[in-house]
């Protein structure tokens, strides 16, 4: 089965070679405070640092999920309030989580197809959450918009998530405080890891914030981060997993021009078909990574099951987009044969109504 679905996602093939390589060398096992481990955790956050053009003085975190990294800046980098902006579901549940640790947190909801526009604020320091890459619909804030917001609010920290679009697109890393993403999406691993960057003034804003009433309080993290060590036992072989997979990858402007050139394909491919559509048409807002594709309600439920029958997964529409769309991960881990397959099955649905 190959999956299309924008997470978890399909894995590279070479992940089972690692995994025997890991069981070989005694990683699976590894002891998380020995020198071995620390050599590994090192490693990784330099080759994170090289492969994805992230700012030497960035400070990089593991844990568990992007879930949790909604948590730990909650608990640990909002002080009084957070004013979230979103257009689809995992924006507001970012939103969800935080307002239940953080009373005076603030959402805002915005058009999928308009583009999003934040007040500038050039004097007070605002706590400002952005969803880069939104998987359940299919939208993107591009990196020039990430660059103007950054221009126009220089003094807020801004926090991003980038959970199905690191590892697959270029971030203007330097134009936010905190960017995370879970590994199963874009660098194509199995799930059970996520990274968190933290740029100098996050750093800051945590020790102002002065929170350390958690095992995974970001005070505690930094400390531990310090000697190449987490607060708990993390998940050594996907930290492991993740630094083959790094050595492997081309550097992030390489990745990123393959799957801008993918995009723009699957755009014309979605333009010529008479009974599939871009549920999002605004070309300036429109992911590059996950594709929602929409169409009559029997149609789509037709595809997914024989794509299904075919070995080709496809991602199902998200909430209230159940019915009439199915998703496509644009994800580097694919291969362009296996994507000239789901193109030729999905052209055979063309002329059928
Ligand atoms: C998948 C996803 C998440 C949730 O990731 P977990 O690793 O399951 O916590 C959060 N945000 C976005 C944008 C996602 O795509």
């Not at 309600?297 to 496809?314: F, P």
């Amino acid at each position: 089965m190959i999956s299309f679905y924008p997470g978890p996602s399909r894995t590279y093939d070479e992940i089972p070679n690692y995994v025997k390589d890991a069981h070989r060398k005694g990683i699976l096992s590894m002891n998380h405070r020995s020198e071995e481990f620390m050599a590994l955790c090192q490693k990784t956050i330099k080759l994170l640092k090289e492969k994805l053009s992230i700012p030497s003085d960035y400070t990089i975190f593991f844990t568990s999920s992007a879930t949790e990294c909604w948590e730990i800046i909650a608990q640990s980098l909002i002080s009084k309030t957070s004013f979230h902006y979103y257009n689809g579901s995992f924006g507001e549940k970012w939103f969800d989580y935080t307002k239940r640790l953080v009373p005076g947190a603030t959402g805002i909801s915005f058009e999928e197809e308009k583009i999003l526009l934040i007040p500038a604020n050039k004097t007070d320091s605002n706590f400002i959450c952005l969803t880069q890459n939104e998987t359940s619909n299919g939208t993107e804030l591009s990196p020039s918009l990430l660059r103007a917001i950054r221009k126009n609010n220089p003094a807020s920290i801004i926090a991003i998530d980038a959970t199905s679009s690191m590892a697959g697109v270029e971030l203007p890393i330097k134009s936010a405080d905190v960017w995370f993403a879970s590994v199963q999406k874009c660098f194509g691993l199995p799930a059970g890891l996520a990274i968190m960057i933290c740029s100098p003034k996050a750093i800051a804003q945590m020790k102002s914030v002065n929170e350390n009433t958690h095992y995974n309080s970001l005070l505690f993290m930094d400390e531990m981060m310090t000697r190449w060590q987490t607060p708990y036992t993390p998940n050594v072989l996907g930290i492991y997993l993740l630094m083959r997979v790094l050595k492997k990858v081309k550097p992030i402007r390489q990745v990123d021009k393959k799957i801008t050139t993918r995009a723009t394909e699957w755009v014309d491919f979605f333009k010529e078909s008479q009974n599939l559509k871009l549920y999002i048409r605004n070309a300036a807002v429109r992911s590059r990574t996950v594709f929602t594709i929409s169409g009559d309600a029997n149609l789509i439920s037709e595809i997914k099951s024989k794509a299904k029958d075919q070995g080709l997964l496809l991602g199902e529409g998200y909430g209230t987009l159940k019915k009439n769309t199915f998703r496509i991960a644009n994800f580097p881990a694919l291969k362009q044969k296996e994507i000239n397959a789901l193109k030729k099955f999905l052209r055979k649905f063309d002329y059928k109504f």
